[in-house]
């Protein structure tokens, strides 16, 4: 039967939803990958400037709120190829990030391991080459999200939860000032 049909080109179930990931070392700095598919690579990709421990205590709060404001007036790019951008977590300021065009090893690590994955969360074993970092464990939340578009000034991305499942409330927003 497989046979006769061919392979399919594209996946069977297309959503719009888009992938996020936010890992980090333990004792290290989140970062957030987001994709639209997991099996591409990140169309927006940056080190937040904030521990992975800090994050954690957020999210024992049952609401993330991630608001990522641009540095920059100009309209000339799109939204999510911003670079600089001023980082608040529920409502706090935690300092400046930069977005990255390229990925690190660690990144490139992440990203290799989980691309069959479309959402979970856990420890990551570490890269070959590197033994347990002075940082702790590689760490992982991967979640969907749907995109919503408020103008070309404006993005959330709102996580989903499973049907049923009740965790905490993610959201992350993208602005950049008038």
Not at 64 to 86: C, D, G, P, Q, Y
Request: net charge positive; hydrophobic share 40%; aromatic share 8%.
């Amino acid at each position: 039967m497989v046979a006769l049909l061919g392979r399919p080109r594209k996946p069977m179930l297309k959503d719009s939803a888009t992938s996020g990931t936010i890992f980090g070392y333990r004792k290290g700095r989140v970062s957030l990958a987001i994709q639209e598919d997991t099996r591409q690579m990140p169309i927006f990709l940056i080190e937040l400037p904030m521990l992975t421990s800090a994050l954690n205590k957020e999210m024992a709060s049952d609401i993330v709120r991630i608001a990522l404001e641009s540095e920059t007036k100009t309209n000339k790019k799109k939204l999510m190829e911003e670079f600089v951008w001023a980082v608040y977590c529920n409502g706090r300021k935690v300092g400046y990030s930069i977005r990255r065009k390229q990925m690190g090893d660690d990144e490139l690590h992440v990203m290799q391991h989980l691309r069959g994955v479309s959402m979970g969360a856990g420890v990551l074993p570490t890269a070959s080459d590197h033994k347990e970092s002075a940082d702790g464990e590689m760490t992982y939340m991967r979640a969907r999200f749907e995109r919503v578009v408020g103008s070309k000034d404006s993005e959330a991305l709102y996580m989903i939860n499973p049907d049923g499942a009740q965790g905490p409330e993610f959201s992350i927003f993208f602005v950049r000032p008038h």
